[in-house]
């Protein structure tokens, strides 16, 4: 028997009227409710809705604060430094990137050093902000450790999800989303959802030996080695140690759990070093000759970052979004405890 699929648009209000529930200023929840389904569309599920009854104990806990005082610490032409006071993290990096957005525009770039803020989602759905206005985006968060640096087999690092977005004319957004570590955190639990394993290369369990489980499954493995640990270590010197708000070594050291993330977002004016649309045509340009490629054994396409997303998201958009078991439960567990009527 397939997944149910539900209409993102009925998707997308329950989703607001949950965090409507759960103490949010209804434009706080609507734009919460945008981002996860903005993930389900392009079948990053595990950034999407199945994160519902993890963010309400996250709120009713204070770990997550439903109206919090966002502050802009220092601002220059280019720069601001964000305190975020726990937010969810949409709201303050929506805030952050429309900033950032506007400072590109004047100066050539803009950029945003966030602190203090919570879950964020996709992090391709900031990036793709600054694409719709015909810029650049970058998107880099950090939280504390969750991942293996290379030759360890204990948490030591965050695998720091990335996203670079760039504009073309001809053919889809290039968007590469994407974390430090071989699979994102968050797929163990859509694994969990569908009731599958995993792949032992994925992640170890606590006491560091091999797993398939995705519920025993709790430290991920660094993407590419040495690669992946190198680039975590890097975005954690962009972000949280710049930020004077560090997550690593107070883990480390006490064993205590911080539900607390930093992040920064970029924008870029193209226009600044080319004419727009000549390089969104060298853009497409470049995709073109990349897919014209021979094709090694076994593959049919050679596919652009982002380039599965967007086709998914056509799928989904037309025929709703599949929800597995799991994450059906978690929807029915939400709607019971808010009073609300589950869309499933």
């Given at each position: 028997?397939?997944?149910?699929?539900?209409?993102?648009?009925?998707?997308?209000?329950?989703?607001?009227?949950?965090?409507?529930?759960?103490?949010l200023p209804e434009a706080d929840a609507a734009i919460e409710a945008?981002?996860?389904?903005?993930?389900?569309?392009?079948?990053?599920?595990?950034h999407g809705v199945q994160r519902i009854p993890s963010y309400l104990d996250n709120l009713e806990k204070g770990w997550m604060n439903a109206t919090p005082d966002i502050?802009?610490?220092?601002?220059?032409?280019?720069?601001?430094?964000?305190d975020a006071d726990k937010?969810?993290?949409?709201?303050?990096?929506?805030?952050?990137?429309?900033?950032?957005?506007?400072?590109?525009k004047q100066v050539g770039i803009?950029?945003?050093?966030?602190?203090?803020?919570?879950?964020?989602?996709?992090?391709?759905?900031?990036?793709?902000m600054a694409v719709a206005e015909g810029l650049a985006g970058i998107a880099v968060v950090c939280s504390p450790p969750n991942m293996a640096p290379f030759g360890a087999k204990a948490a030591g690092l965050h695998n720091s999800p990335i996203a670079f977005s760039f504009p073309t004319s001809k053919h889809k957004t290039v968007t590469l989303d994407m974390a430090t570590s071989v699979a994102a955190g968050g797929k163990l639990s859509v694994?969990?959802?569908?009731?599958?394993?995993?792949?032992?290369?994925?992640?170890?369990?606590?006491?560091?030996?091999?797993?398939?489980?995705?519920?025993?499954?709790?430290?991920?493995?660094?993407?590419?080695?040495?690669k992946g640990s190198g680039l975590a270590m890097v975005f954690q010197c962009l972000t949280s140690l710049m930020a004077n708000n560090p997550l690593i070594v107070p883990v480390l050291k006490s064993g205590e759990k911080i539900h607390n993330q930093n992040s920064f977002v970029a924008a870029i004016d193209i226009s600044f070093f080319i004419n727009v649309d000549d390089y969104r045509s060298l853009l497409d340009e470049t995709i073109d000759e990349l897919k014209a490629l021979p094709k090694a054994d076994g593959h049919e396409e050679i596919m652009m970052p982002g380039e599965p997303e967007h086709r998914t998201f056509d799928d989904r958009s037309a025929?709703?979004?599949?929800?597995?078991?799991?994450?059906?439960?978690?929807?029915?567990?939400?709607?019971?405890?808010?009073?609300?009527?589950s869309p499933v």
């Open positions: 028997m397939s997944d149910p699929r539900i209409d993102a648009a009925t998707l997308e209000a329950f989703t607001k009227d949950c965090f409507v529930r759960a103490g945008e981002v996860l389904i903005w993930a389900n569309l392009r079948g990053v599920d595990s502050k802009i610490l220092k601002e220059s032409p280019a720069v601001l430094y964000m937010a969810m993290g949409p709201i303050p990096t929506v805030q952050a990137m429309n900033a950032v957005i506007e400072k590109a803009g950029w945003c050093l966030i602190r203090n803020v919570t879950h964020q989602g996709a992090m391709g759905y900031y990036s793709e694994a969990s959802d569908k009731r599958v394993p995993i792949p032992v290369e994925w992640a170890l369990a606590p006491d560091g030996s091999e797993t398939t489980d995705p519920d025993v499954a709790s430290i991920l493995r660094p993407a590419g080695g040495t025929n709703g979004i599949p929800l597995p078991p799991g994450t059906v439960e978690k929807l029915q567990e939400a709607a019971q405890r808010l009073d609300l009527t």
